[in-house]
């Protein structure tokens, strides 16, 4: 919520990735700002030089910062004004590092050591699930187009969707039932909205937006999982105003993208 209205009791967080107005890896960042009702600016889609931003914050030339951070490999990254060395800004990168770091100031990591530690170990299994989908459109090489790797495409789509999507599925769903009596099937850990639920709630989301047919014929064999959990999490006050706004941008040439061929057939 890039709201300024909201009173200032957190930092200023800056969400650094690429413009465009595409959810990609930053909207991992994104909903648990939007899930804590904490603003943040989201810096190359609020500034006219959002690109430039992002290619000098990863030039391979950099070795890091005027304020002593180190050269960041990819966005997003967070940047936080005063929380670095000698009061100067933090810059930190890594989906799940960002997450984390997040999650324990936003007090959506696990209310204690165990349960911070499955909270992590299940965002990163959900991101691992995210790469898989992003690789079954640039199975051979990430810069060059899915036209030029479409062959490849098939075959990786079709052991995605037969094997890979009903195993990674098949284990969230195992997950909320043996955290049933405390999350009811609405959360993964515990019985309170983690990191963890907003990132397997985005990548289903995904997934059913780049696989339609191969999710819809799936999801009733995993009940808890779309039924309860899927709901419950967009059902959330604060998610469900925010996938309401014009904040959520759609999915369009991301990690998710809809290539009716890709999809069961
Ligand atoms: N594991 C990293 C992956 C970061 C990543 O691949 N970022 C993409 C955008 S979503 C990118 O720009 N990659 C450029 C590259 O890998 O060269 C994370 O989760 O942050």
Redesign the pocket.
Known sequence: MSSSKKARTHPQYELLY?PGKMP??GEFIRLVFEAAGVSYRDVSNEEENGMKIILDMISPESTGDSDSNPPV????ALRIPGEGKDGKALLI????SILSYLGDRLGLAGEDEAEKAWVLSHALTA?DLNNEAHDTHHPIA?AEFYEDQKEESLKKAKNFREVRIPKFLGFFERVLKGNEKQGEGKYLVGSKLSFADTTVWHVLNGLQFAFPKELGSRKKEFPTLFETFYQSVQEQSRLKEYLASDRRFPFSQG?YRYYPELDRQ
């Open positions: 690429w990609g890896r490999f990819a966005p997003p990168y890594q989906t799940p991101l990430v990690i």
